[in-house]
């Protein structure tokens, strides 16, 4: 390998340039010193961080916030109420010399799988003739900002609660011999778990559980090589602390063996995650087949086999076969289910038939619109402007049975709280993000990207698996690009068409005019008005539909129109324009794309 390779597969930080979050683990050096645990006098942690009493206070305001809230300060010592799992790349040295596996530490990253994806297709790109084998690495991650598991589910990872960390292995064969790897990793770490005193089991096909509550996850993604093969990206999610989201726990490392270190837990894992693999890849998942019984918990249970949440196959499990397929005895019959987008459920875990009731709240900078979701499926949609907000506190008190409450907004603060004054619980509240739903967000600060564009995308892949562009026509207008491989690529704002006809109103002499009616060659001003007006709202989608059709390189495009002015749009839109192009009209498309996100949540 040349030295400029070198540098890139052992430099996270700089070879990643589309990740600007990340930053030096030095950046968590107050955490690393506090994160066992036990007192620590402020003298003390002074004299190691070579900074006085201020100084320290800006270390504090440096850690992660739910680290933060977890600080006890008083009598002159500093402490974490619980244990934290935070690591320095220096601590690895030694362990991937021995091991030949560079180990990076991140402070933090969108997800380690994404990022060190990002990291082997970049080295590719720079040497074609580079050994696949040289780029095995593992990348751990003390804050994981956009983790995702299977179908692109949100994977909650609190700052250090939460083991996060991918490995990449290149594998001769083909992907479609290596299907059965995930069982492979999960018991992999079922076998180190259990060394570190952790009885936990496998949930067909990789969920690591104790009892009935998940501790640990698993996610292989795969880049094709030009041999053949395939780089193996494998991301593994760990909870050392116990989790309660949506009223469902989950279990933590530190709840059954209080005393084991992060570090040398990791250094096992990866340890035995690449003797496992590479042996897998010499034999077959055969050589696993009796391990891998032994560790499920699901051997001789009746369970449910969902897809969709939609129930496809009852049985007893008997065991998985030579591929680690799924072994289901039903009706008098063997079955096999081979992983992929179905999940297990056990006969005594509630699913279907009980009533899930939501509210879910699209709060726009007019109006505010509501959705009514009863077990996944909207039953009714509603609207009111904000000086009628009563009209959703009535709506609240006759449906008492929904408390599950969540919204997106673009409006101001004021407003959100108003809001919240008419609803009987809590609202979560969703903002744009890196990924989701399998979706990654290329807008350069999330935080300043509107919530409603966001959801919107998400949306969008409710009505079209194609390319497509969004447009949103209400206060403003919005126009926004979603590739065929779910990259959002950000888009344009315009001011939509009362704020254009303001705008002229306001500050042009004679154009306070009514609006007038659109022509091709308007000959009043009003009329003019009018029409310059469409002629820049068409104008802007269809070039960013062309825009789109070139990165695309000759695949559909959709385009999936929304919002009140939708409609004056598309009967606009040229008609050889139109023609052949998939045109959707879609109502509350923020909505479906906050349901698609709390669905895969």
């Known amino acids: 390998m040349n030295e400029s390779m070198a540098d890139l597969m052992n430099n996270p930080i700089n070879s990643v340039n589309n990740d600007p979050s990340s930053a030096y683990p030095d950046d968590d050096a107050l955490w690393l010193i506090l994160a066992d645990g036990k007192p620590h006098s402020v003298a003390s942690l002074c004299s190691q961080l070579n900074t006085d009493a201020g100084g320290i206070n800006r270390w504090r305001m440096a850690l992660p916030e739910n680290v933060r809230e977890n600080l ?7 402490q974490l109420k619980t244990p934290s799992v935070v690591f320095r790349e220096s601590d690895f040295v030694e362990f991937a010399q021995t091991e ?3 180990v990076s530490v991140l402070s933090e990253c969108t997800s380690t799988n ?6 082997v297709k970049t080295a590719m790109a720079l040497d074609e003739n580079l050994n696949p084998d040289n780029l095995k690495q593992a990348l751990v991650a003390n804050r994981q900002t956009a ?39 999960a018991l992999s770490c079922q076998k180190v778990l259990r060394r570190f005193g952790v009885d936990a089991k496998i949930k067909w096909p990789n969920d690591l559980m104790v009892g009935s509550e998940k501790i640990g996850g698993i996610l292989v993604e795969s880049i094709p090589h030009a041999t053949g093969g395939h780089i193996c990206v494998i991301g593994v999610g760990l909870n050392f602390q116990g989790l309660e989201v949506e009223g469902q726990t989950a279990a933590g490392v530190w709840q059954f063996a209080p005393d084991v270190r992060p570090e040398p837990l990791l250094k096992a894992l990866i340890h035995e995650i690449n003797r496992d693999i590479q042996f897998f890849f010499i034999h077959s998942f055969s050589t696993f087949q009796t391990a891998y019984t032994a560790g499920c918990r699901d051997i ?40 992929g987008e179905v999940s297990l459920r056990h006969k005594d875990e509630s699913f279907g038939a009980a009533v899930d009731q939501m509210l879910i709240l699209d709060c726009g900078n007019s109006k505010i619109k509501w959705a009514w979701v009863v077990n996944g499926e909207i039953v009714g949609t509603f609207k009111a402007p904000y000086n009628k907000l009563s009209i959703l506190g009535e709506f609240c008190r006759q449906h008492k049975d929904i408390k599950k409450i969540y919204g997106s907004a673009v409006c101001g603060q004021m407003k959100k709280l108003q809001v919240a004054e008419q609803v009987l619980h809590r609202i979560e509240w969703f903002a744009s993000e890196q990924v989701a739903c399998g979706i990654r967000n290329h807008y350069r600060h999330t935080g300043e990207h509107g919530a409603d564009r966001w959801f919107n995308a998400l949306g969008a892949r409710c009505f079209s698996s194609n390319a497509c562009i ?16 779910n990259q959002y690529l950000g888009g344009s704002i315009l001011p939509g068409f009362n704020l ?13 005019r009514p609006f ?20 820049a709202v068409v104008g802007a989608v269809m070039l960013m539909y062309d825009r789109l059709v070139e990165k695309e390189e000759g695949l559909p495009v959709d385009i999936i129109l929304t919002g009140g002015g939708s409609s004056r749009i598309y009967h606009h839109l040229p008609p050889q324009f139109v023609a052949g192009k998939r045109i959707e009209m879609v109502e509350n498309l923020v909505i479906y794309g906050l349901l698609n996100r709390i669905q895969q949540q």
């Open 100 to 102: 030949e596996i560079p």
């Open 470 to 485: 969004v447009v949103s026509c209400g206060t403003a207008i919005t126009i926004d690009a979603l590739t065929t491989s």
């Open 300 to 339: 001789g249970q009746d369970v449910v086999i969902m897809r969709d949440e939609k129930s496809i196959a009852e049985g007893k499990v008997l065991g998985v076969d030579g591929t680690g397929a799924l072994l289901l005895e039903s009706g008098g019959e063997v079955k096999k289910i081979v992983s």
């Open 147 to 185: 983790g995702y598991g299977k179908q692109g589910r949100f994977w909650l990872a609190p700052a250090g609660d939460v083991l996060t960390f991918s490995l990449s292995i290149f594998s001769r064969r083909p992907r479609t011999q290596t299907g059965a790897m995930p069982l492979v990793i």
């Open 516 to 535: 007038g009616r659109i022509y091709p060659f308007a000959t009043t001003t009003p009329n003019a008005i009018a029409s310059g007006i469409m002629d």
């Open 72 to 78: 006890k300060q008083g009598d002159g010592f500093w």
């Open 114 to 119: 994404m990022v060190l994806a990002e990291k």
């Open 500 to 512: 254009m006809k303001d705008s002229l109103s306001k500050n042009t002499a004679n154009l306070d």
